[in-house]
Each structure stands twice: as C-alpha cells, then as structure tokens.
C-alpha cells in the first residue's frame, strides 16, 4: 500500500485509474438527467486534477523547490471557469446549472486527493457526493414542497391588470410577498408576465398553491420554479 503512494510507474496508473472511476461515478447520475456536463465531462476534470498533482509532486521531490500545492490551487480556482459555463438563466428568470458546477469542481477536488495518494479521502468524498446528488436531492425537493411558500412564474390575459390578479389572490387567502420581475409574456402577445414568490395558509403545500392560483380569474399559464 505505501507502494502506491510513492511517484512510482504501478502508483501513477493506480492514482489515474482511481481519478477516472470515482470521476465517473460522480458524473454518472448527471448524465442519466442529461445536464449540461456528464459522465465524460466529470471523467475528464477527475483526471485532470490528478494528473496535474501528480506533476506537481514530482517536480517537488525531483528538484526539492517550490510550493508542493501550487498546481493544485490553480485547479480549483481554474475548474470555475469550466463550471461557469453550465450555469444558464431561463427565459423565466430561473437559475440552472449550479448543482452541476459544484459537482465538477467537487469532482476536481476527489482527482486531486487521488493525485497526491490521498485514495480514503478521494473514495470517501466520492461516496459523499454521489449520496448528496442522489439521496439528498429528493429529500431536498419533498422538504420544499411541503412548504406553504412557492415561487412562480405567471403570464395572464391580456385583459387581465395586474390588480385585479393581486385582490383575486387575496380573497383566496394567498399572499404575494414579492414580485421578483415583470417581463414580457413567452407568447409575444401584450400580456403581463412576472415571477412572483406566493406565501399560502400554514395547512397549503405547494401543490395547494399552484391550484388555487390556476383557478383564479386570468391566469393564462403557470409555471413553479
């Protein structure tokens, strides 16, 4: 086992090879929801921040100089721009892509921890990840939807005034709290579009909420984010 933390040929493949297992298993399960980066994309970053420490450690005990974790911050504040590029805002005003971006440079964090021969961490913070990814996610989303506060984005007819909307909601006991942005309607039309966060009684779940806004007078379309 000390064997395979030393730079020698049999540890690099190993490190390589454990980088690109975990890596893969990381960017699996955003590959089976088809996100913007998958299961090569995670590979690949996985790979590459073992590599580059993998570098770095051999510099350092060939020439007994320098910093022995430089390369490897490099990585981590470089994986940003990579992760930049998944995160995309929605016709609506939504958010997508942060998951995916903290996953990749997650994901560089575990090849790092592989590249150095730190394999508990790399299969230990894997685990973690993928669990949070899987099983947290839906704990995630029934805690939220329990809830009695929902945001969502509303387009109604255009003889409909934003007014008459807001005294129907409150004769349905339905509190708008903010209206985040007025936009133009996804139809082209001169409808009135906005996304507004809606508080409902203490007994309403989300579901309750999205009914009761649907029934009201004007509502053309829905959507929750």
Not at 57 to 62: T, V
Not at 94 to 123: D, H, M, N, P, R
Not at 195 to 202: A, E, Y
Request: charged share 15%; aromatic share 6%; proline share 1%.
């Amino acid at each position: 086992m000390l064997e395979l933390r030393e730079i020698t040929a049999v540890g690099i493949f190993v490190r390589i090879i454990v980088a690109m297992l975990l890596g893969g298993l990381i960017g699996l399960e955003r590959g089976i929801k088809n996100r913007p980066a998958g299961f090569r994309t995670y590979m690949l970053v996985s790979i590459g921040a073992c590599i580059v420490m993998l570098v770095n450690q051999y510099s350092y005990q060939a020439t007994g100089a320098g910093d022995p974790t430089r390369m490897g911050a490099q990585v981590i504040s470089g994986i940003g721009f990579l992760g930049a590029g998944t995160i995309i805002v929605t016709s609506h005003n939504q958010i997508k892509g942060l998951t995916t971006a903290a996953g990749l440079w997650a994901s560089a964090c575990v090849g790092l921890a592989a590249g150095i021969g730190l394999y508990e961490a790399a299969v230990a913070g894997s685990m973690a990840i993928v669990a949070v990814l899987t099983v947290l996610h839906r704990l995630d989303f029934s805690l939220r939807s329990q809830g009695n506060v929902v945001e969502v984005y509303i387009e109604l007819d255009p003889s409909m005034s934003l007014g008459t909307f807001l005294r129907g909601a409150r004769e349905h006991n339905l509190e708008l709290s903010s209206i985040l942005k007025e936009c133009e309607s996804g139809s082209g039309d001169d409808a009135l579009a906005f996304i507004v966060t809606i508080r409902g009684r203490k007994n309403m779940h989300h579901n309750d909420i999205v009914q009761s806004v649907r029934q009201l007078e004007g509502v053309r379309y829905l959507e929750m984010l």
